[in-house]
Every structure is written in C-alpha cells, then in structure tokens.
C-alpha cells in the first residue's frame, strides 16, 4: 500500500520561507512522476508543483513561479517543496500526491492526508 | 474562479440517482484530455474515484460511473448511502494554463 507522509507546515511570515517535505514509502519511488495539490480553507483544490520520476523535468503553477522550487531525493523517498516569499494566499493544505498517467493527461492516485501551512504575520 | 465549472452543490436522497456535472472548454476537456474524479470527506484528503473518464480504481463500487462528452463530463451515482455525502471534484488537462486543472467542486447532501 502506497503511503505519503507530508511535514514541514506550521506558521511563517510573509516574505519567509517554509520547506515540505514528503516521505514515501510502499512504492518503487524513483518510477513515479509527483506532485504538490494545495487547498485554501473552504476553497477547492489547486495544483502547485510537478516533477518528473527521475527529478530532471519541474513544473510549476503560474501562481507560485519563481517562489517555489520541487525537488525529490530518490536515495531517500523524499519529495520537497521550497516556498520562498511567502504570501498570505499561499495559507493551505498542501497535499503530497502520486501522479499517474491517463491516456490522455495525469491523475493522482495516492494522497498524504496533507499539511497545514498558514502565513501570517 | 476555475477553469472547469460544476455545480456548487447537488442533493438526493438514499436510494436514489444523482449526478455532477463538470463543463471545460476547447483547450482541455474538448482538446481530448482525460477528465479524472475526486471524493473528498471534509477533513481528509481527496481520493481517487474515476480515472480516465470512465474507469474506477479497485474498491470503487460499481454503482459510481463516469462519462465524457464534447468539452463536458458527468459523474454519476446510484443507490445514494449516507456516505455518499461529501465534495466532488473533476481534474483534466490543459497545456495552455500550464497543466492539472480542477472543478470548483460540488457538495453532495444526502437527505
């Protein structure tokens, strides 16, 4: 069974910096493309971050270019997440999630039960 | 807003059809782009409920379906239980707003 263990949330400050982390376990983790999902309170779900299986393709939403940065250790299954200059609208759930592909387009099959990230001054 | 539009909430009540409605545009969904669906009970992380338009992962129960058609998808279920009730979200493609698009999501009561 695929699991993913988010840490890492907790309070900064605007202008600040928060790292995530995720540890994956219950699969072969260097075959698998992943991702960041965040989710603001009461709002739906955002996709932030993309890597590629072996770490040398990222993507980025276009809300969070230039701030954040995904990375993963292989040798270690572990997926990060660098958030640089912090805003207050980055306050979310950040989910560590499992892509898959689909014929046409990704999903993701397995989710972190998240953590919380509030920025706040 | 989001690029994919659902209804903020829909109801039925146990025993009974309903179903969620997820409508794109011509540059994702219409371009071809698999649409993919999301249960999520109010403080746990989503799960995995149809992938690939139509297909549903091992453990999701065969009276939970989904379809696609044109730039628009639909999620349906049958035989409503109590633990139906949560929020929905549809997830597709679109290479033009740079990847992972999602529906606002639907809540779904069940009365």
């Known amino acids: 069974e695929v699991q993913l263990l988010e840490s890492g949330g907790g309070l900064g400050r605007p202008g600040g910096s928060l790292r995530l982390s995720c540890a994956a376990s219950?699969?072969?983790?260097?075959?698998?493309?992943m991702s960041w999902v965040r989710q603001a309170p009461g709002k739906g779900l955002e996709w932030v971050s993309g890597?590629?299986?072996?770490?040398?393709?990222?993507y980025h939403a276009d809300s969070v270019k230039g701030r954040f940065t995904i990375s993963r250790d292989n040798s270690r299954n572990a997926l990060y997440l660098q958030m640089n200059s912090l805003r207050v609208d980055d306050t979310a759930v950040y989910y560590c999630?499992?892509?898959?592909?689909?014929?046409?387009?990704?999903?993701?099959?397995?989710w972190g039960p998240g953590t919380l990230v509030t920025v706040s001054s | 807003q989001s690029v994919l539009t659902q209804p903020p909430s829909v109801s039925g009540a146990p025993g009974q059809r309903v179903t969620i409605s997820c409508s794109g545009s011509?540059?994702?969904?219409?371009?071809?782009?698999?649409v993919h669906w999301y249960r999520q009970v109010p403080g746990t992380a989503p799960k995995l409920l149809i992938f690939?338009?139509?297909d549903r992962p091992s453990g999701v129960p065969d009276r939970i379906s989904g379809a696609k058609s044109g730039a628009s998808a639909s999620l349906a279920i049958t035989g409503l239980q109590a633990e139906d009730e949560a929020d929905y979200y549809c997830?597709?493609?679109?290479?033009?707003?740079?990847?992972?698009?999602f529906g606002g999501g639907t809540k779904l009561t069940v009365l």
């Open positions: 011509r540059s994702n969904i219409g371009a071809g782009y698999d």
């Open positions: 999630v499992k892509r898959n592909s689909a014929m046409f387009g990704f999903y993701f099959d397995s």
């Open positions: 219950g699969l072969s983790f260097s075959n698998h493309a």
């Open positions: 890597i590629s299986a072996g770490g040398s393709d990222t």
């Open positions: 690939g338009n139509t």
């Open positions: 997830q597709s493609y679109d290479p033009s707003l740079g990847g992972v698009v």
